[in-house]
């Protein structure tokens, strides 16, 4: 367990396990999108069996080492649990992570023979990773293509103090070592044309180009990227930026990247620039209380207009919004206040506004006006034999919905193989 210990010890975790009602039909198991067995892997926990409770847990999920820390059991497993109507909800995700932190991964995983023919993987984040096991594990040859490294962007941006650098490791060693074929770390710049050498072929290239902040100013030192700064941060670089940074977005990326830089710097002021009120912050909460735990500061209701400065960022200038009637999503729309722009002065401005699918590798595949990969009921899109899943399918969700795609498209690929079409 060592120095990453989980939040529950073993009597902890006794108790909280005692606490699950066992209910006939599961509400946690089905709003879990990787469908983790979740009373029976309690179950096991109370018997005092954490092999059996690691083997249930494994099965449905290849990532749950990473999950167990960084999944959003509030909109998923721990949202519909029914003890919560008796006192508070069995707190799912912990017990998962103590599953984790206390036993070494499962061997029981049967891996058939191989199959003659194979499968490219474009994309080697949570759903590629997925699909590659699943199909794997239903006995067919899986290559790995990604243009950076194992893991996508839990990997290669989540910062080391949520998911640590052993954890994240030990998970991707065990799937690279016993369920891929080969991986080639090199960028795909043509998508389809995969199908000419592999007998289908899964994308999951997730969003990897940032959105823009369509604003006077962005051209200025000081002026950065969110994930890209999140992806230098982690790989042991210094951030670079100044000693008051304001963060413009109002998402994950947002929150995660505000939290990274306080961590580097404790004295550095950060505030996060969000257009509406916190209410409509669409950061996971326990991100949200983290960062303000870490100090971050918020400047709500303001629209930025533009990056002040010559050569160097010196502030921003936003302008007053009012908050107004609910759009179909049920998020409060906003407006601009006549007259009412300030400055906030600042050495650095970080956009974190979105993020998009790339536009030049996905050549005869149908997608959607926002660049997003159209894909049919079985995860198949406009050209047959591909098969798309995760963030560029969906937009940005969640490590475990990625999951979820990559294993129902290697279903489908199963079942393309086997009827040809
Ligand atoms: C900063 C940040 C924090 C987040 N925090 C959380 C969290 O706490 N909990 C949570 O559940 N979710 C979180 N998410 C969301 C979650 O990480 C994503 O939903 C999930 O990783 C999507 O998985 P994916 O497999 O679709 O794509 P990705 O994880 O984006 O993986 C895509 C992979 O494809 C590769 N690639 C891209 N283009 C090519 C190409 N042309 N050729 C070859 N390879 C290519 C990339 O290098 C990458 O490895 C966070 C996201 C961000 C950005
Ligand atoms: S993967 Fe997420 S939703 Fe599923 S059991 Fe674990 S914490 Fe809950």
């Known amino acids: 367990m060592g120095e990453f210990e989980s939040t529950l010890n073993r009597q902890q975790a006794a108790i909280e396990a005692e606490r699950c009602l066992y209910c006939y039909d599961a509400p946690c198991e089905a709003k879990c999108p990787a469908h ?7 179950q096991s926990i109370r018997s005092g069996n954490m092999h059996g409770a690691r083997v249930l847990v494994q099965e449905a999920h290849p990532l749950i080492e ?11 497993c721990q949202s519909v649990c029914t003890r919560a109507k008796v006192d508070k909800p069995v707190r799912i995700r912990e017990l998962h992570r103590f599953v984790t932190d206390s036993t070494d991964a499962a061997e029981r ?18 759903a590629g990773l997925a699909c590659a096991r699943e199909l794997r594990l239903k006995g067919i040859r899986c290559e790995v293509f990604d243009a950076r490294r ?22 991707m060693h065990l799937l690279a070592s016993k369920f891929i074929d080969e991986v080639h770390i090199e960028r795909v710049t043509d998508v389809g ?23 006077d100013g962005v051209e200025l030192v000081g002026v950065f990227h969110a994930r890209e ?16 940074v304001g963060v413009v977005g109002g998402g994950n990326v947002a929150i995660e990247v505000a939290s990274v830089l306080r961590q580097e710097d404790p004295t550095r002021d950060v505030t996060v620039v969000y257009r509406r009120s916190i209410k409509e912050l669409k950061a996971f909460r326990e991100e949200i209380d983290e960062a303000t735990r870490l100090g971050v500061t918020y400047q709500f209701l303001a629209i930025p207009d533009c990056i002040l400065g010559e050569t160097h960022v010196n502030g921003l200038q936003v302008t007053q ?12 729309r906003f407006e601009p206040l006549p007259a009412s722009s300030y400055v906030i002065p600042l050495d650095t401005v970080v956009i974190a506004v979105g993020q998009r699918p790339d536009d030049d590798v996905f050549h005869g595949i149908g997608r959607s006006s926002s660049g997003l990969i159209k894909v049919g009921e079985n995860m198949q899109t406009s050209m047959p034999g591909v098969f798309a899943g995760g963030d560029v399918v969906s937009g940005a969700r969640t490590v475990v919905e990625a999951v979820r795609d990559g294993k ?14």
């Open 150 to 171: 194992l893991g996508g962007v839990p990997a290669q941006e989540v910062s080391w103090n949520r998911c640590p650098r052993e954890v994240q490791e030990r998970e």
């Open 66 to 76: 990473i999950c167990g820390r960084i999944c959003p059991e509030e909109e998923f």
């Open 408 to 421: 129902k498209a290697a279903d489908a690929i199963v079942a393309y193989m086997a009827g040809g079409k």
């Open 109 to 126: 995983l049967d891996i058939p023979a191989e199959s003659r023919d194979r499968v490219a993987v474009v994309g080697a984040g949570p």
């Open 36 to 42: 983790v067995p979740i009373p029976e892997f309690i």
């Open 193 to 215: 044309s995969l199908m000419r050498e592999y007998a289908a072929v899964f994308i999951a290239t997730g969003l990897p180009a940032e959105s823009d902040l369509p604003i």
């Open 321 to 332: 919004a009012r908050l107004c009637e609910e759009d179909e999503s049920g998020r409060c």
């Open 229 to 244: 700064l999140l992806r230098t941060v982690k790989a042991g670089m210094a951030s670079g930026t100044g000693r008051r």
